[in-house]
């Protein structure tokens, strides 16, 4: 009787797990049937995989602490991947297409689409929200993305293993969505140069080749004992504004460039690169980590001139800039880096204008 009891109450068990995935998975295709191609989840997103018929590819994956890495060497760009994950949440379809477009916009996405892969975190049982077991990942989406409709308002998709294509949107949304599927590399990697909170600065240094009058270093003695050093004769100097050094050091967060330097080929980055660099700067953080960013000036277009009539020599508003252990040129702006690239005389100086040293052009 007893074991009678047992086997009763495991095939009771088990009917109900049976029951609820049964239910689970019907819902599921039910979902799937009405739109295909948009996630409910992204938070189990762990790995966006995208690739073109140019052999481009780009592979999003997330990590443990949240961040997302790029084709395994890069960090990506935080906000790019944001829109992302709201795209896929977001999609919903609007119609078919019509029966007499359908070759053709097959014939057109076979010679032009994206191919995107959605990998997520799935469990081998799970009974609604409730339990959870069993946890791995599986690749839950394959589909390509062609171009945007005539009235630009939509974009083409066809999921993978369907004779059919539709056109799929963002509700809400005016526009088409296919460039945020992007597979060039560039497109997702992360913009940022510097990003060093106050407390984590070890010790900063500005060398200016062209006016080495105006080089420095700032150290950081426990976010209270500031030491300024001139770096023309190794000078410390002894009167200085502390509200400047730490409004200064303040300034490398979020410090990004403007972007990459795709119209330049290689002959004329490496004419660039083998230059002296206008500005070099290097930042030394607590963990022993160190960031160096070589900057020089770009060439003002031809026919600028200056207020007084005078032609420019050089860009008002960007330079060029390479990071240590990277290959590439890269732009940024003075709007951006005028609050880091000051001259030692800033910080003694209080009549000093607070622009930039080489935003004075």
Do not use: C
């Not at 009891?5 to 609820?20: D, P």
């Not at 409910?40 to 997103?45: P, S």
């Not at 992302?84 to 919903?92: A, E, P």
């Not at 106050?198 to 900063?204: C, M, R, Y």
Request: no cysteine; proline share 3%.
């Amino acid at each position: 009787m007893k074991k009678f009891r047992v086997a009763f109450i495991i095939t009771a068990v088990l009917a109900i797990v049976a029951v609820f995935l049964v239910l689970n998975n019907h819902k599921g295709n039910m979902h799937q049937l009405n739109n295909e191609f948009a996630v409910d989840d992204t938070a189990n997103i762990t790995k966006i995989f995208l690739a073109d018929k140019g052999n481009r590819t780009v592979k999003l994956e997330r990590l443990a602490d949240g961040a997302w890495k790029l084709n395994d060497k890069y960090a990506a760009h935080s906000e790019s991947v944001g829109i992302m994950l709201k795209t896929l949440i977001s999609l919903d379809v609007k119609s078919p297409v019509a029966k007499k477009a359908r070759n053709n916009i097959i014939l057109m996405m076979a010679g032009k689409s994206v191919k995107v892969e959605i990998y997520q975190r799935v469990y081998t049982i799970r009974i609604f929200d409730w339990i959870k077991l069993f946890p791995h990942e599986k690749k839950t989406k394959t589909y390509y993305v062609g171009d945007a409709t005539m009235d630009n308002m939509g974009t083409f998709m066809l999921m993978e293993g369907s004779e059919d294509p539709y056109i799929v949107y963002i509700p809400g949304f005016r526009g088409f969505v296919s460039s945020r599927y992007s597979a060039f590399e560039n497109d997702w990697r992360d913009h940022a140069i510097f990003n060093s909170k106050l407390p984590d600065i070890k010790k900063v240094t500005m060398e200016y080749p062209e006016t080495p009058q105006f080089s420095f270093s700032v150290s950081n003695g426990n976010n209270r004992n500031f030491t300024l050093e001139a770096l023309s004769d190794n000078k410390v100097i002894q009167n200085f504004d502390t509200i400047k050094v730490i409004q200064f050091l303040g300034s490398f967060r979020n410090v990004n460039f403007e972007g990459f330097l795709t119209d330049m080929d290689k002959k004329q980055q490496d004419s660039v690169l083998a230059l002296p660099p206008t500005v070099r700067i290097t930042l030394d953080d607590n963990s022993g980590k160190k960031f160096v960013l070589n900057a020089w000036h770009r060439k003002a277009s031809s026919g600028e001139v200056d207020i007084e009539g005078n032609p420019m020599v050089w860009d008002r508003d960007r330079m060029f800039a390479k990071v240590e252990g990277t290959n590439e040129l890269v732009s940024i702006q003075f709007f951006v880096f005028d609050r880091i690239l000051k001259p030692i005389t800033w910080f003694t100086d209080k009549t000093q204008s607070d622009r930039g040293l080489y935003d004075q052009l």
